[in-house]
């Protein structure tokens, strides 16, 4: 206006989107365009004028994303939001643009004072000569953000975008959002303030928000002293100030749009924190500044971008010109001219040429790559001879022509190249990054090479991950135009048509074989080989590559003609590949001898010896990669977890598809030949292989790839630490974990916790009903036991379970080799005395393991009590023998102080204190009739033992009990009548249980209101749940009665029903035993007080603090306390709120009855009981984390042990070896001449007696 420029031509345009979006060639067609995005656009670098970036503290960054996507530091979730706002792949894409950056802007600094920050954004755009009115921006900004918002979405990024979920509301003119800012973490600092952390870790449980934390500081921590933040002294505040938040109305009442008011500029011109509100009471959160342990760069340090993302300064000089080249493609391809047109497909009424329509697509793909600043080289390679090789070879785009001199003909007239031609033609381009092989059949999208380039810049590590891209097969139908095929879905196929690999891999892929690209077992063998050179991973569910079938099912089709036309498409399909049976099994020997000359292992080896000599598992592994399904297979056999098809999922590749046929696919990629059923050719193996010794090895496949890449056990850390790979543990437990009892409860945590963090958990629990044929046997039971056993974030896929003989017999260490177990955690009981103890079973099959996997297995010992006290306590009552108590003593012991521990755990200081006593006394005999004294005397321990630390048992405010914030819940009195307990059928439980029947519940309907009783409680019911044997305990204490004449007591807990035995419920006028109930928060939800009476002092009682987490008062002893910190159980011992008494069972029931009285009969009273209750609640969940800087479990799951390899052999002879592979796969293919002749010769009658 000022200059009198025509208000039309220079409006300002904006566009804004996560990613690239056509919306930006809209706005950059006009003079003056604002675009915005999250994610790295590299065309964008030379279409621009001015780059500005943004960053904030990362600490306070992972907490946001939590909260507002559920997106925990790694690239980890279940939906694609959370994957994509990782914090690790959020950083990598703010790092690309730091070469090209002008000015990075401080998040914190604007806070302080917008007016200032819209005055440096003024300079960095339009310089110092142009000066703006940046209050009036910043006015008109907050203007705004108070716009009414144009749009609305429920459950934008909920997976089942469900109605419950909140709205999502924004301006579609300007993009301010609703909600979009989270006023819990929107102010700097927001990690250093407990409140914060506790309530995100509790809105976002699939999250460890202090494991994240101690990665950012890892992997951050330089970073962050670059730009002038904390260097790690801050300490955890207490918000007296922040009660709304501990009401419970944390999440959806304070999000907001009002922009925040404008603080006025300052002369200090950065953020001093907030002054503490609890006199000074902090503490501590991740390390000090003397010792700074988890303090580090090494995220950071590995990026290329290092040099510019460590750059402090807020203005700079682009050290990057345009465009972007990086990275280069060189696409290889092999087409051949076809005569005749596709006889099912046609495309605007004509019928094609699937040569040309592949080769358009591949223009038009190049074009958009060269118009993106994508550099790619196509090559064309073929014969010279080859049909119309002239026109082949030199049609446009192709830049470069490679002319094929070797050849494998098939029996069909079909020439294939050589794969090493191939690789030779690519290797001529010196400048490539990245190698592309497509087979000629392939349609490729035309966006394909962006993928491309996206797909390596969202690479932890370039230049490190090959790719296997599964094709689309599209049935035939009539297309309008080609763009209608890229847009049909199709149906996923799994073979390996499209590879993607670093160039600079090219040398270790030589090999002297006649490997072919066009039989099914090539390409297994390459993937192999291409996972020993790195890390290779098969992409599923892509819509990049196609291939119009010749059949498929047409639009319109019943079920059942879909389902003839697969089988009959089936069926023919085999029936070409038996015909062509001579070169597959050509084929499948050269793809044995490429894995012999890459993996360098012989072919007896592969073969024939598998785990048990020392050979590391072959299997599928999870995808530490975004935008990824993980298809994870435990085991085989009939209850092994249902997958979905194979092609939807993305998974790293090491030796097969899914880890059911690894034996085969590491011999020589035999499952690929398609021309006998796997079992028949592991059959033909096994007899082969019976003729066979195996050498003695002395590595595994491990560390056969560490030697064939270096970089190998860093990338395995990194995985760990930054891309959320997934560790698999295994944890042998005395019984299924039920939902209540103590050390049910907390291995039902540990397994959820593991479960949560991405791991692999396996289960093996001795239940004493355990079948006999359960020895030795080792199969997964049915998916149905994991659903049954209802572990927060466990599920078939993540989670199986295994029942086992008390001998733990079928628990070997080959087997958990198979499974790459890298975490073994052991339960600590001596409760059975007719088995060993678990961990001295466990320790010779983990010593056994380290060596098969070579690297140190951890081991950690878990155990809720000291052990031989409790022996002690319950001696008599169990009717052990006098001294075995002192056994559990000696095996306490040594197990507590034995080096191959890595560490213990134990459930409170008390027991920590007690276990190093216990450790450090002198050793002692152990009777001859202890099960397990033999194993015992067997392990020695040395001066170095194992840290103990304590892993406490994790609280957790049930939702429901403060969904309407803990005032709401205060007022439930009225609503609630019963007295309730909760607990398994042990011992000590038994006892509880027959005296609140017997003595207890006539104390409390006789109590006067003189004494403190009133009607209510005269007739409250007493609600046992938790298991059957509660119902069977009623029916007792009903006989007793009747025994007696007790008309009262009958009344009270007799039913109508026989007295005898018989299933739950039991239900009389005051008692009701439901048995095992699905959730017993419905039942703690409608009960006044909790009655937990424990009379044994050990452990912890679970009990109460399920009793804490729904907000209950509790009567409970001195001893249900154990467990909790000592100033609650300091309140227990003194009867202070929430804790009524303390009771005993040996004092008299009348006074039990009283301590109940002062909080049933009073509103008042138990209103200020529950209150305290919920607030202990909320101590006991934020106390010291299981993955902070110095959790129990933090460097116990921090990723897999350095690996110990021995020397590498001596160098396969090759053609020794390929005599020796000629001669196995002989004998396959002579089983397979003889089924053929068995058929007459004709291959579709052979084909049709395959499932």
């Not at 064309?380 to 830049?399: C, E, K, M, S, Y």
């Amino acid at each position: 206006r000022r200059r009198n420029l025509p208000a039309d031509e220079y409006e300002v345009h904006g566009a804004h989107a996560d990613g690239d979006a056509a919306a930006f060639d809209a706005c950059l067609s006009s003079r003056i365009c604002v675009l915005k995005t999250h994610i790295f656009v590299p065309r964008l670098v030379n279409q621009v004028d001015v780059i500005l970036t943004s960053h904030r503290d990362v600490r306070d960054v992972v907490l946001s994303s939590m909260l507002m996507f559920g997106a925990c530091f790694a690239p980890t979730g279940s939906t694609r939001t959370q994957r994509s706002h990782g914090v690790a792949l959020r950083f990598q894409q703010y790092a690309h643009w730091a070469p090209y950056v002008c000015y990075d802007a401080v998040y914190e600094r604007m806070k302080l004072n917008y007016t200032s920050e819209v005055q440096r954004l003024s300079r960095a755009v339009l310089g110092n000569e142009n000066a703006v009115d940046a209050s009036a921006v910043v006015q008109h900004v907050d203007e705004l953000a108070n716009r009414k918002p144009t749009s609305c979405q429920r459950g934008a990024n909920s997976p089942k975008r469900g109605r419950h979920q909140p709205r999502k509301c924004w301006d579609s003119t300007t993009g301010f959002g609703a909600g979009h800012v989270h006023a819990a973490t929107s102010k700097p600092k927001a990690y250093s303030k407990r409140i914060v952390l506790d309530e995100v870790q509790r809105r976002v449980p699939h999250c460890d928000v202090y494991l994240a934390l101690r990665r950012v500081t890892e992997g951050f921590g330089g970073w962050l002293s670059a730009h002038g933040y904390d260097d790690g002294d801050d300490r955890l505040k207490e918000d007296t100030d922040a009660a709304l938040l501990l009401r419970g109305a944390f999440a959806e009442e304070v999000n907001t749009t009002n922009a925040e008011p404008t603080p006025a500029p300052t002369p200090k011109q950065e953020d001093e924190g907030e002054p503490d509100d609890d006199g000074g009471q902090r503490r501590r959160l991740l390390f000090s500044t003397p010792t700074r342990k988890h303090w580090g760069n090494a995220f950071v340090d590995s990026l290329p971008e290092r040099a510019q993302v460590m750059d402090g300064r807020d203005f700079r000089k682009p050290t990057h010109g345009t465009p972007v080249a990086w990275p280069r493609f060189v696409h290889v391809t092999n087409p051949f001219y076809r005569s005749k047109p596709h006889a099912h497909t046609t495309i605007g009424g004509e019928a094609i040429n699937e040569d040309e329509v592949a080769h358009e697509a591949l223009s038009s793909a190049w074009r958009v790559a060269t118009r993106s600043g994508i550099d790619v080289e196509l090559v064309a390679a073929a014969r010279h001879d080859d049909r119309n090789a002239q026109h082949i070879l030199t049609r446009f785009p192709v830049r470069r022509a490679c002319e094929l001199g070797n050849g494998v003909i098939t029996a069909n007239g079909m020439r294939l190249p050589l794969v090493s031609d191939l690789l030779e033609c690519a290797a001529h381009n010196h400048e490539a990054d990245y190698v592309v092989l497509t087979n000629p059949d392939i349609l490729i999208h035309p966006h394909f090479y962006v993928h491309l380039q996206q797909l390596v810049l969202d690479e932890r590590r370039p230049l490190r991950t090959a790719w296997s891209i599964t094709r689309r097969q599209i049935a035939p139908r009539a297309f309008e135009t080609l763009d209608d095929v890229f847009r049909s879905v199709g149906e996923p196929h799994l073979g390996h048509d499209t590879l993607v690999f670093p160039r600079s891999w090219l040398s270790r892929l030589q090999a002297p074989t006649a490997l072919t690209p066009g039989f099914s077992p090539w390409g297994g063998a390459f993937m192999a080989s291409l996972a020993h050179v790195g890390r290779a991973v098969v992409l599923g569910g892509k819509r990049w590559t196609f291939h119009l079938a010749g059949d498929g099912v047409p639009p319109g089709a019943s079920k059942a003609e879909a389902r003839q036309l697969q089988k009959d498409a089936l069926l023919q399909k085999r029936t070409e590949v038996c015909e062509n049976h001579a070169g597959t099994f050509f084929t499948t020997l050269e793809s044995a001898a490429f894995l012999t000359a890459t993996l360098q292992e012989d072919v007896v080896s592969r073969c024939c010896c598998g785990v048990d000599a020392a050979a590391a598992p072959h299997g599928t592994i999870r995808l530490p990669a975004p935008a990824s399904a993980y298809a994870l297979n435990f085991f085989s056999g009939p209850n092994k977890p249902r997958l979905k098809a194979l092609g939807m999922h993305s998974y790293q590749y090491l030796w097969d598809r899914l880890g059911a046929d690894v034996d085969l696919s590491r011999c020589a990629a035999l499952p690929g030949i398609q021309l006998l059923p796997s079992s028949v050719i592991q059959e033909e193996v096994n007899k082969w292989c019976s003729t066979q010794t195996c050498p003695q090895r002395r590595n595994n496949s491990d560390c056969a790839r560490a030697r064939a890449r270096p970089e190998f056990e860093e990338e395995l850390r990194d995985d760990a630490t930054v891309a959320g790979a997934a560790l698999t543990i295994f944890v042998a437990y005395e019984k299924l974990p039920t939902p209540y009892e103590g050390g049910h409860v907390r291995i039902r945590q540990i397994l959820s916790w593991s479960c949560r963090a991405g791991h692999r958990v396996i289960l093996a629990h001795r239940d004493a009903k355990a079948p006999k044929e359960f020895s030795s046997k080792w199969e997964a039971l049915p998916a149905k036991m994991v659903r049954d056993l209802d572990i927060a974030g466990c599920e078939d896929s993540n989670l199986a379970v295994f029942a086992v003989s008390s001998d733990l017999k079928a628990v070997t260490a080959p087997r958990l080799a198979k499974q790459r177990v890298d975490v073994v955690i052991g339960t600590t009981w001596f409760y059975r005395r007719d088995a060993a103890p678990i961990p001295l079973l466990l320790l010779p099959v983990v010593r056994e393991l380290g060596l098969l996997r070579r690297r140190k297995i951890r081991l950690a010992l878990v155990s809720d009590d000291v052990q031989y006290a409790r022996a002690k306590s319950v001696a008599a009552a169990r009717g052990d023998a006098p001294n075995y108590w002192k056994n559990v003593r000696e095996s306490e012991r040594v197990l507590y102080g034995h080096p191959d521990v890595e560490v213990v755990l134990s459930i409170s200081e008390d027991d920590s204190r007690a276990f190093e006593e216990v450790r450090a006394s002198p050793p002692s005999d152990v009777s001859a009739d202890f099960v397990g004294a033999d194993l015992l005397r067997k392990e020695t321990i040395t001066a170095a033992k194992p840290p103990i630390r304590v892993l406490p048992f994790r609280a957790r405010i049930d939702p429901q009990t403060a969904r309407k914030g803990w005032d709401a819940h205060a007022q439930t009195w009225a609503a609630r009548k019963d007295l309730v307990f909760v607990g398994g059928g042990t011992y000590s439980n038994r006892k509880v249980v027959r005296w609140l029947l017997r003595e207890a519940l006539p104390a409390i309907s006789t109590l006067s209101d003189a004494d403190g009783g009133c009607d209510e409680l005269r007739n409250a019911n007493l609600m046992l749940a938790g298991t059957v044997v509660w119902a069977e305990e009623a029916r007792a204490a009903c006989k007793d009665a009747r025994s007696k004449n007790d008309a009262e007591q009958i009344q009270r807990v007799c039913s109508a029903e026989n007295v005898g035995r018989g299933r739950p419920p039991h239900t009389s006028a005051r008692v009701w035993a439901p048995g095992r109930l699905d959730n017993v928060g419905n039942v703690l939800r409608r009960s006044r007080v909790f009655a937990a009476p424990a009379d044994v002092p050990s452990g912890i009682s679970t009990k109460v603090w399920l009793a804490l987490e729904h907000g209950l008062p509790i009567a409970t002893t001195t001893d249900g306390s154990r467990g909790l910190p000592p100033a609650a159980r300091e309140a227990a011992m003194h009867g202070r709120s929430p804790f009524l008494g303390p009771v005993s069972l040996e004092s008299s029931a009348t006074y039990f009855a009283k301590a109940v009285s002062t909080t049933y009969c009073n509103a008042s009273r138990w209103r200020h009981d529950a209150l305290a209750a919920l607030q202990l609640a909320k101590d006991l969940e934020s106390r010291a984390p299981w993955t902070g800087p110095d959790g129990p479990l933090a460097d116990l799951t921090s990723g897999p042990a350095a690996m110990a390899c021995a020397a590498p052999p001596a160098p396969i002879n090759l053609e020794k070896e390929r005599a020796v592979a000629s001669d196995l796969i002989g004998a396959v293919q002579g089983r397979f001449n003889t089924m053929l002749a068995s058929a007459g010769g004709d291959c579709r009658s052979l084909m049709a007696t395959y499932d």
